[in-house]
């Protein structure tokens, strides 16, 4: 049972430039979360998707998109990358709110994204 | 805003002993998270907390939530090198039918021979 797959597993980016992420969720797992973690600090939520939709976003400017597939896999995008978009980008999954009781959200190694 | 804060964020000690890692957050919550980080790894699940007086175990590691005072707790019993890792707490509240996580900014534990 593959878990949540993450790729590229590290990226080098210069500054004003675009990146793609992508993510595909653990099996059985209908829900997709991204997360920003920069150095020594704790994940910071950027987005939900489900069915399709953005759900839920956190406090993140619009560079920061995203889209999910009809197969529940994910791509997060950041436009016009700043040397402050350095961090590791962590995706996690989950079955939607409603229909999970104690499973956790299950999350990928993530990818390392350096502005430079 | 939901804040969480957890204390210690940084903890040194010694193999044997025992220690406990506090996490307080600002409004109710749905779900209380306990994840562990190795260096350069991804979070890896520990415990669910869903209710008052929930309290959960895992050989060395047992957590507890106490809703009414916004309080989670780990307890580290007889601590071993292999439990040397970053500790975060992760409260979830659900809005509009949708969820995300808010993280505190971790416990760096390290224990000693």
């Known amino acids: 049972d593959a878990g949540v797959t993450q790729s590229p597993t590290h990226l080098i980016k210069t500054r004003g430039q675009q990146v793609t992420l992508r993510c595909s969720p653990k099996?059985?797992?209908?829900?997709v979360s991204w997360y920003q973690q920069a150095l020594g600090q704790g994940p910071q939520f950027i987005f939900q998707?489900?069915?399709?939709?953005?759900?839920q976003r956190g406090n993140f400017p619009d560079r920061f998109s995203g889209h999910q597939f009809p197969n529940y896999s994910s791509e997060l995008n950041v436009n016009a990358l700043l040397l402050g978009d350095s961090a590791l980008y962590l995706c996690?999954?989950?079955?939607?709110?409603?229909?999970?009781?104690?499973?956790?959200?299950?999350f990928g190694n993530g990818t390392r994204l350096t502005v430079t | 805003e939901l804040k969480v804060e957890q204390n210690p964020l940084f903890l040194s000690m010694q193999e044997g002993k025992n220690y406990t890692i506090y996490c307080n957050y600002s409004t109710t919550s749905d779900r209380l998270y306990w994840y562990r980080q190795d260096p350069g790894k991804s979070l890896e699940s520990l415990f669910v907390l869903l209710s008052n007086g929930a309290v959960k175990q895992e050989g060395r590691l047992m957590a507890s939530l106490d809703t009414k005072a916004r309080l989670s707790t780990l307890h580290i019993t007889a601590a071993v090198h292999d439990l040397s890792a970053t500790y975060f707490c992760?409260?979830?509240?659900?809005?509009?039918?949708?969820?995300?996580?808010?993280f505190g900014k971790g416990t760096h534990l390290i224990i000693q021979p």
């Open positions: 992760a409260v979830e509240v659900a809005r509009g039918g949708a969820d995300g996580l808010t």
């Open positions: 998707y489900y069915e399709e939709e953005e759900r």
């Open positions: 996690a999954s989950s079955l939607y709110l409603g229909l999970r009781r104690d499973s956790p959200l299950h």
């Open positions: 099996s059985g797992h209908d829900t």
